[in-house]
């Protein structure tokens, strides 16, 4: 076939190597404009972009697509039989939708319908999910609504953290949008309608999402701190200042008759009271505007009191 690749970050990279060792064409890449990264501000081309030009394939970075009567004449003197959409981070405006044959194919990282929206891999792991994958289907005008193509499921481990997710579902997915061309191709695929009545939000991940909340109890505490690596992360306040959790796992240990929110110090280890008297031991943390530092350290360093709370 001939496409247009349609993606920003490394997620979406293994699938436009897949595809291109596939043999189709692609005949041009969109991905989102290149961004400062890191403290030094460097501009950076997109993952996705690095890629693409390293295959010598056209790049177009376009800021809007909704109007872009220059991005719309190019497409359609390229006239793609279809338009893949993996991790773009754009809404794809209806005379996108209805440009090629085949139509617009996306990526989508879970089993929809559960988890539509812009971070279904991250709400997956925070909702403690013990099993997740990836789905091929056809976009509409909603969001991630439209008919569904081929599914794969992914277990999610109990320690799994997005990060290690998100690779696992790009290697995953990238065969799965091969397999679905395919199917088009050769009028083979069915695509099915979502049931409106399983499907669940991931929505798009704010700064406040990650400050812990102890009215939950401690594996509800930690699910979200898997699932929201590397951001929001884990944080809350203590003595007036943000406090970082890097690391944390779930204390076997009670504090049932503890007030959650109450930081326990025993054998130099850090737990932090939650619902229901479970605990979280925090195993590394960095209070703001310092060095991150293991438990046994920030103890120390700060003479942590025992039945101190957070905030």
């Keep these: ?42 501009i950076r081309a997109t993952p996705v972009k690095q890629a693409a030009l390293a295959h010598g394939i056209a790049v177009a970075q376009p800021e809007k697509l909704k109007h872009n009567e220059e991005l719309r004449e190019m497409l359609k003197t390229i006239q793609p039989d279809a338009i893949l959409v993996v991790a773009y981070g754009r809404i794809i405006p209806q005379w996108m939708l209805d440009l ?50 081929l599914k794969r499921e992914v277990p999610i481990g109990p320690h799994t953290t997005s990060p290690e997710l998100f690779a696992s579902l790009a290697e995953i997915g990238a065969p799965l949008m091969v397999e679905t061309l395919a199917g088009l191709e050769a009028g083979t695929m069915t695509p099915q309608k979502q049931n409106e009545a399983e499907a669940t939000l991931a929505p798009i991940l704010t700064r406040d999402g990650g400050r812990i909340d102890v009215s939950c109890d401690a594996q509800s505490i930690y699910n979200r701190f898997r699932g929201f690596q590397p951001w929001p992360g884990a944080w809350t306040t203590l003595r007036g200042k943000k406090l970082i959790v890097h690391a944390m796992h779930v204390e076997e240990r009670r504090a049932s008759s503890t007030l959650a929110g109450t930081l326990l110090i025993r054998d130099h280890a850090l737990l932090l009271t939650c619902a229901g008297g479970s605990a979280v031991a925090l195993d590394e943390v960095q209070m703001e505007g310092k060095k991150r530092m293991a438990a046994a350290e920030f103890l120390r360093g700060f003479q942590i009191k025992d039945g101190e709370q957070v905030a």
């Design 100 to 149: 090629p044959r085949f139509g617009n194919i996306n990526l989508h990282g879970s089993l929809l319908p559960r988890w539509r929206g812009a971070a279904p891999i991250q709400w997956a792991v925070a909702a403690g999910d013990a099993v997740t994958g990836v789905t091929t289907m056809l976009l509409n005008a909603g969001l991630d609504t439209g008919p569904m193509l």
């Design 1 to 42: 076939m001939k496409l247009v690749f349609c993606g920003t970050p490394q997620f979406a990279v293994p699938t436009l190597e897949a595809v291109i060792a596939a043999g189709h064409e692609v005949a041009l890449v969109l991905s989102q404009p290149d961004k400062p990264v890191g403290r030094s501000g460097e």
